[in-house]
């Protein structure tokens, strides 16, 4: 079963970090991971592209304004393919 993880986001460059490591120490291999950004104006997009390598395919990510948490969970969703 894929298992889809939507991050929702916004100037989060002091989180993302711990947040994304974290997602690649679990065992668990069958995920892919959405980030969705509020058009931060920090390094948080930086440092997601930083990882997009290591996820192999997996880290899926855009930066747009939005309406706030909610809408940026459902533009995950409708991304997620697990």
Known sequence: MKISLIIATW???STI???LSSILEQKY????????DGKSTD???DI????????GGRLKWISEPDRGLYDAMNKGIAMATG
């Open 11 to 13: 100037n989060s460059g």
């Open 43 to 45: 390094n948080t997009l």
């Open 48 to 55: 997601v592209r930083e990882y997009e390598g290591r996820f």
């Open 29 to 36: 291999g069958n995920t892919e991971v959405i980030v969705i």
């Open 17 to 19: 970090d711990d947040t």
